[in-house]
């Protein structure tokens, strides 16, 4: 994607040395474009953690190039395969809702021990860390052309008026190492001449939507509205949302969906206004291995001041106010999940499937008749 007219990812390897990952920190965003080296693993604990990089699929990206980096610190260890367990686990810790984390770090283990020399593991770290990014990006680009039918079809229903689709969060560009999950059929349909417009849910408390997605959509030139989080279900009532496309950051192999905070009340007033609810992934977000994902899936509780603070532009600067009485308390769960029943559809790299345990297992049949 471009920025200012220059075309970026969210996370590559730095050109004039080849230890050092470069990303984007995203929490200087929209006001300032900062690109972060990352030169170790705590760097890059810290950095998900924090959230200078976020996002399914750029968590996941970002802890294949973290283990490539504790490949390189390993082998500067008394014992390599000791130190490469703890860097894992450390990338492990940082956020316990996003599946793609931790699919990343096993893919990467499952890789590196195939290897004797420490050498060798460090090469097929480099490759298989590049691999992850690589599909990441490719796989959005697809969920775009498999998408880009649903909003064609709503064009052409309408006559070529306005299509009007309602995102929260960001699952943009930003998200993943490219085009983004929810964005890129709405990317494909805006270059393909389709007259679109988003609603973005600013997504209250780090304002991922205002912030990041109203950013990246103005740098592609997509028209678009910031709204509060809580304006979506009045304009659903009253005809103004054609569509609605979210992402997702674990989604059971029977179709529930882990996303941010805030998710589940617009998948409520969409179903309840008979408006289309999809979810976008790539394959890397589903977990195989859950059922039931109320019950089931960790939800992260970050820190209450992320709540009662915010931050904000002021005078050439960014500054943070308070918002609440100081002696409050505030509770800050990151995400919620909603059920299958609620959702229209899941847009994967393979096509769309009806968000059940059929569908999905029948559009990956090599994840066999029941889950591993």
């Given at each position: 994607m471009n920025v200012n007219g220059q075309p970026y990812c969210t996370i590559w390897i730095k050109e004039e040395n080849p230890e050092t990952v470069r990303i984007i920190d995203q929490r200087r965003?929209?006001?300032?474009?900062?690109?972060?080296?990352?030169?170790?693993?705590?760097?890059?604990?810290?950095?998900?953690?924090?959230?200078?990089?976020?996002?399914?699929?750029?968590?996941?990206?970002?802890?294949?190039?973290?283990?490539?980096?504790?490949a390189l610190e390993a082998s500067r260890a008394s014992n390599f395969q000791l130190?490469?367990?703890e860097s894992a686990e450390k990338l492990l810790d940082t956020r316990p809702t996003a599946v793609n984390l931790?699919?990343?770090?096993?893919?990467?283990?499952?890789?590196?021990?195939?290897?004797?020399?420490?050498?060798?593991?460090?090469?097929?770290?480099?490759?298989t860390a590049t691999k992850i990014a690589d599909e990441d990006a490719d796989f959005c680009r697809r969920i775009g052309e498999h998408g880009f039918g649903l909003i064609k079809g709503i064009s052409e229903k309408k006559r070529g008026d306005v299509v009007n689709i309602l995102t929260h969060c960001n699952a943009g560009w930003l998200a993943f190492v490219d085009y983004g999950s929810a964005t890129a059929p709405i990317y494909a349909a805006f270059n393909a001449g389709i007259d679109v417009h988003v609603y973005v849910d600013?997504?209250?408390?780090?304002?991922?939507?205002a912030?990041?997605?109203?950013?990246?959509?103005?740098?592609?030139?997509?028209?678009?509205?910031?709204?509060?989080?809580?304006?979506?279900?009045?304009?659903?009532?009253?005809g103004m949302v054609d569509l609605v496309i979210t992402g997702t950051d674990r989604t059971t192999y029977t179709g529930d969906v882990a996303n941010k905070i805030g998710t589940y009340l617009k998948a409520l007033?969409?179903?309840?206004?008979?408006?289309?609810?999809?979810?976008?992934?790539?394959?890397?977000?589903?977990?195989?291995?859950?059922?039931?994902?109320?019950?089931?899936?960790?939800?992260?509780?970050?820190?209450?001041?992320e709540v009662k603070y915010i931050d904000g532009f002021i005078d050439g600067e960014e500054r943070t106010a308070l918002l609440t009485?100081?002696?409050?308390?505030?509770?800050?769960?990151?995400?919620?999940?909603?059920?299958?029943?609620l959702i229209t559809g899941l847009v994967t790299e393979r096509g769309i499937c009806e968000p059940n345990e059929e569908s999905i297992l029948a559009m990956f049949p090599e994840r066999g008749s029941s889950p591993a």
């Open positions: 965003l929209p006001f300032d474009f900062i690109v972060e080296d990352i030169d170790s693993v705590d760097s890059m604990a810290v950095a998900i953690k924090d959230m200078h990089v976020r996002g399914a699929g750029l968590i996941g990206a970002s802890a294949g190039y973290g283990m490539y980096l504790a130190h490469l367990q931790a699919w990343a770090v096993e893919r990467q283990l499952a890789a590196i021990s195939k290897e004797s020399s420490s050498e060798a593991k460090i090469q097929t770290a480099f490759e600013e997504t209250r408390p780090r304002n991922q939507g912030r990041l997605t109203a950013w990246e959509l103005g740098q592609h030139g997509v028209s678009h509205t910031v709204i509060a989080d809580n304006v979506g279900g009045h304009l659903m009532q009253h007033s969409a179903k309840d206004n008979d408006i289309p609810f999809y979810v976008a992934l790539p394959s890397s977000t589903f977990d195989w291995n859950t059922r039931d994902g109320v019950s089931e899936i960790p939800i992260e509780q970050r820190g209450g001041d009485p100081l002696e409050s308390n505030a509770a800050n769960y990151a995400f919620d999940v909603t059920p299958a029943r």
